[in-house]
Nanobody, 123 residues
Framework: QVQLVESGGGLVQAGDSLRLSCAAS????????MGWFRQAPGKERQFVAR????????SYAESVKDRFTISRDHAKSTVYLQMNSLKPEDTAVYYC????????????????WGQGTQVTVSS
């Protein structure tokens, strides 16, 4: 069982930056592919970014490409999401998730989820 704990959310203004962190409970999480998703009020949870277990491959949703960067630190069992040039439409609860088998954008393929961290961007 992998437990994930997100942190780093908050209230910022448009154009600001935030870095989200996702700490995993076990060293075995190093073998998991990781993803960030977000859910805005009244909307479905959507893919934001993913990183392979090795950290060598990443991909992003079109809406965040060139603004967000996903990375991981195996020594700390932590995955990060650096968010720059934030926009009001980035406002959502952000979740990290772990996938034991697939490197995927499909949230249904992720086995473990964090509790989420709120990001609010004011205009």
């Amino acid at each position: 069982q992998v437990q994930l704990v997100e942190s780093g959310g908050g209230l910022v203004q448009a154009g600001d930056s935030l870095r989200l962190s996702c700490a995993a409970s076990e060293r075995t999480s190093r073998t998991y592919n990781m993803g960030w998703f977000r859910q805005a009020p009244g909307k479905e949870r959507q893919f934001v970014a993913r990183i392979s277990w090795s950290g060598g491959t990443t991909s992003y949703a079109e809406s965040v490409k060139d603004r967000f960067t996903i990375s991981r630190d195996h020594a700390k069992s932590t995955v990060y999401l650096q968010m720059n040039s934030l926009k009001p439409e980035d406002t959502a609860v952000y979740y990290c998730a772990a996938s034991g088998l697939k490197f995927t954008t499909n949230l249904n393929d992720y086995n473990y989820w964090g509790q989420g961290t709120q990001v609010t961007v004011s205009s």
